[in-house]
Nanobody, 119 residues
Framework: QVQLVESGGGFVQPGGSLRLSCVASGLTFSSYIMSWYRQAPGEERELVASISSPGGVSTNYGGSVKGRFTISRDNAQSTVYLQMNSLKPEDTAVYYC???????????WGQGTQVTVSS
């Protein structure tokens, strides 16, 4: 059974930082392209960042987070991270972890973690 478990969300003031983690189990982590998405109330889910498999050589970021967020992965720990710096109120959303099988095309989602940026 595949599970993606996100953690690290919370409440932070504008300009602050958070680090999200997503631990995967039940899959061959290194064979999966990992991504972070977010969804704000009343909005569609949008891509925040993605990282290639297996080594994470290639990364891709949504335009609004470039230069502020950094995605990374640790295959030994089956974990993908999202370092979020210079947070803005508009970053407030539920953040989801997604795994996309490079060979299988299988897609799995985590349950999400809430990030709230407010003064």
């Amino acid at each position: 059974q595949v599970q993606l478990v996100e953690s690290g969300g919370g409440f932070v003031q504008p300009g602050g930082s958070l680090r999200l983690s997503c631990v995967a189990s039940g899959l061959t982590f290194s064979s999966y392209i990992m991504s972070w998405y977010r969804q704000a109330p009343g909005e569609e889910r949008e891509l925040v960042a993605s990282i290639s498999s297996p080594g994470g050589v290639s990364t891709n970021y949504g335009g609004s987070v470039k230069g502020r967020f950094t995605i990374s992965r640790d295959n030994a720990q089956s974990t993908v991270y999202l370092q979020m710096n210079s947070l803005k109120p508009e970053d407030t959303a539920v953040y989801y972890c997604k795994a996309l099988g490079f060979y299988s095309g299988a897609v799995y989602w985590g349950q999400g973690t809430q990030v709230t940026v407010s003064s």
